[in-house]
């Protein structure tokens, strides 16, 4: 543990606060995906329907696959409230948390980053003192030691040479004792500042471990947070854990397995086939033969059974442009108004007339009431 050595800890505070703001752009940009996705399946179920309607698909399996696109509007929905809750409740909860857990001061940073770094400082203090002085003494007598050693080499070099003075001899031999008092000296304090920084270092191991315990707790509180967000982010994405979910699928199986082509076929049979109501020919009297049957005022009140103005309808106006597919059907642009005769059949259809007289089948959700 040596000075300064609790840096990284102090950071992981603030880089607490930043993963905080990764965690929220991560949700945001999701959500993001989920709207974006729920638009998408909204547009296309509107486009498919509107397609599917004007085509030539009748009977149980065109409601089958408008089964389809209703599939794709609930599924719409489901995923646009995945984006409310990414944003109203993850989002929120982690912003909440950070503005709770992270307090921002007036000259910068984090008041929890100041605290931990005051906290660290303060416990290492005397120690790093102690450890400043131990480092001194040991530079000194490392000195010591080399002026020693090269006052002996000098000395003992003087000896080999006659041309060295005794008197220098001697002032070598005094240097060379003067370094070993000066060497023994800086031992002894190298010694002592070592036993000193030995005495303090458990009282300061102590002091840091207490920081550090604090700062642990709160990276264990941000962990747990951080675990508890994405178990929420998780629920929230799972939607096969979701009711509304598997209700949707359940209804377009069903949707889906009642489709009965044999019933499809029977409705074209009887309603474009050989099961079709013919009105065959028949004979048509002259208005100028007054001897024709029920002609003139009789007891009936001379009603035609075969007149087609004899039948009541509603008048209704057309909200879409429509291209009748088969001689029966009627063709008619939006705006157009015309007359109901018979009430929507069990596959859509109703009868109406043109103004113009001609009578035929049309979609029924093709027109309102006027």
């Known amino acids: 543990a040596f000075v300064g050595n609790y840096k990284r800890t102090v950071k992981r505070i603030d880089d607490g606060h930043r993963l905080c703001n ?20 909204t547009e296309w179920s509107k486009r498919w329907r509107q397609l599917v309607e004007k085509g030539p698909q009748y009977g149980t399996v065109e409601r089958a696959w408008f089964g389809v696109m ?5 599924v719409s929905e489901l995923h646009q409230e995945v984006k409310n809750n ?3 409740d993850d989002f929120e909860k982690v912003k909440n948390w950070q503005k709770d857990s992270y307090h921002k001061q007036m000259i910068g940073g984090f008041k929890e980053t100041k605290e931990a770094e005051e906290g660290f400082r303060k416990a290492q203090k005397p120690w790093a003192k102690k450890l400043k002085e131990l480092e001194t003494a040991k530079k000194s007598y490392h000195m010591a030691c080399k002026e020693e050693k090269l006052a002996s080499m000098r000395e003992a070099n003087s000896k080999g040479e006659a041309s060295v003075a005794v008197d ?12 070993k008092q000066d060497s023994q000296k800086a031992k002894d304090k190298y010694e002592k500042a070592l036993d000193e920084l030995n005495k303090c270092t458990p ?19 941000r962990l747990a947070f951080i675990r508890e967000v994405l178990l929420d982010v998780k629920r929230h994405l799972n ?22 082509p044999q019933e499809d076929l029977m409705w074209f049979n009887n309603n474009h086939g050989p099961g079709m109501h013919m009105n065959w020919p028949q004979f048509e009297w002259s208005d100028e033969d007054q001897t024709a049957p029920n002609s003139g005022n009789d007891a009936n009140g001379g009603t035609n059974p075969f007149d087609e103005d004899v039948v009541k309808g509603v008048r209704v106006r057309a909200l879409y442009d429509y291209d009748g597919q088969e001689q029966d059907e009627l063709s008619f642009s939006a705006g157009d108004e015309l007359t109901k005769l018979e009430d929507e059949d069990e596959q859509g259809w109703c009868r109406g007339r043109l103004d113009n007289g001609q009578q035929g089948l049309y979609p029924a959700n093709y027109v309102e009431l006027i």
Not at 203 to 221: I, L
Request: with cysteine; proline share 0%; charged share 30%.
């Open 203 to 221: 009282q300061y191991m102590e002091n840091m471990e207490q920081m550090f315990g604090q700062c642990q707790q709160f990276e264990e509180k």
């Open 239 to 260: 939607l096969t854990e979701n009711q509304s979910y598997a209700t949707v699928y359940r209804d377009l199986e069903r949707i889906i397995t009642s489709a009965s």
């Open 22 to 41: 990764d965690l929220m752009n991560c949700i945001q940009e999701r959500a993001k995906i989920e709207k974006a996705y729920a638009q998408q399946l």
């Open 168 to 179: 220098h001899q001697k002032k070598l031999q005094e240097k060379v004792e003067k370094c």
């Open 70 to 74: 209703a599939e794709a509007e609930k």
């Open 86 to 88: 990414l944003l109203n």
